[in-house]
């Protein structure tokens, strides 16, 4: 279950959707049953760290799911898969990002108490949440 949200620069107009949560394909699930799927659902550097993790530690966790992150430095939002491994509570691995303009490392984002973002199209200040047009997913 997850929900998304639409963003639209009020200045030129653009609109992006922001997925948030955890949908059919990307759950929580034993890294041995993730292993056996024949779709890669990551990104092929994460798909192979994960391959490999579990060479060497057994009973491994994935969880994943759609967060909103955004660069503080340019107040771009983005939308990712963030994968988090784990072995008995404790955390292995976990997704970074980093922005596509300044390479600085993305934060996640409360979404929901996000007020105004940059737009990535025109660079002003004015990309903002529609609430007419969110909906939920499964
Ligand atoms: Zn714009
Ligand atoms: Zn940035």
Same mark, same amino acid.
């Given at each position: ?51 490999? $993790?579990? !060479? ?9 799911? *759609? /967060?909103?992150?955004?660069? =503080? ?40 108490? $996000?007020? !105004? ?9 004015? *990309? /903002?949440?529609?609430?007419? =047009? ?5």
């Amino acid at each position: 279950m997850g929900h998304t949200y639409t963003y639209r620069c009020e200045h030129c107009g653009y609109e992006e959707h922001f997925n948030q949560g955890h949908g059919y394909l990307v759950h929580s699930q034993p890294v041995t049953e993730y292993l056996k799927q024949r779709t890669k659902l990551f990104h092929y550097k994460t798909h192979n760290l994960v391959k490999q $993790l579990s !060479k060497k530690v057994k009973n491994l966790y994935l969880k994943a799911g *759609f /967060q909103v992150y955004k660069c =503080h430095k340019c107040k771009i939002l983005y939308d990712k898969i963030e994968v988090i491994i784990f072995n008995h509570e404790k955390v292995i691995h976990k997704s970074e990002f980093r922005c596509n303009k300044c390479r600085t490392r993305l934060r996640l984002t409360n979404i929901h108490r $996000l007020k !105004k973002a940059t737009c990535p199209k025109c660079d002003h200040k004015t *990309f /903002q949440i529609d609430h007419q =047009h969110q909906h939920l997913w499964d």
